[in-house]
Nanobody
Framework: QLQASGGGLVQTGGSLTLSCAASGRTFSDAPMAWFRQAPGEERESVAALSRSRGIRYADSVKGRFTISRDYGRNSVYLQMNNLEPEDTAVYYC????????????????????WGQGTQVTVSS
């Protein structure tokens, strides 16, 4: 089970940190990622991190967002800086399997475990 938290309302240029805690299963050897979905839009990848496969970011968030993990706490975080109205969405954390290939890190269909989502709203 994945539990996401940390969303909220912030002004343009502000910052938020999302957290996602996993329970019942360890993801220490598997990728974890963040995706987001805006109203009327498809779910899109934001960032992914795997100890063995590296880190990926969507072009739209590079330089502004940072994904990190605490393997001891079985958690993943997303530090979001310089937020823009276009970042408004429901953010979901996801956990993958050990067998995931590197090219699938940013593919939603490759992840088997999902959190419930947390709303991020950026006002202009």
């Amino acid at each position: 089970q994945l539990q996401a938290s940390g969303g909220g309302l912030v002004q343009t240029g502000g910052s938020l940190t999302l957290s996602c805690a996993a329970s019942g299963r360890t993801f220490s050897d598997a990728p974890m990622a963040w995706f987001r979905q805006a109203p009327g839009e498809e779910r899109e990848s934001v960032a992914a991190l795997s100890r063995s496969r590296g880190i990926r970011y969507a072009d739209s968030v590079k330089g502004r967002f940072t994904i990190s993990r605490d393997y001891g706490r079985n958690s993943v975080y997303l530090q979001m800086n310089n937020l823009e109205p276009e970042d408004t969405a429901v953010y979901y954390c996801a956990g993958g399997s050990r067998s995931m290939i590197s090219s699938s890190l940013m593919t939603a269909a490759a992840y088997n475990y999902w959190g419930q989502g947390t709303q991020v709203t950026v006002s202009s």
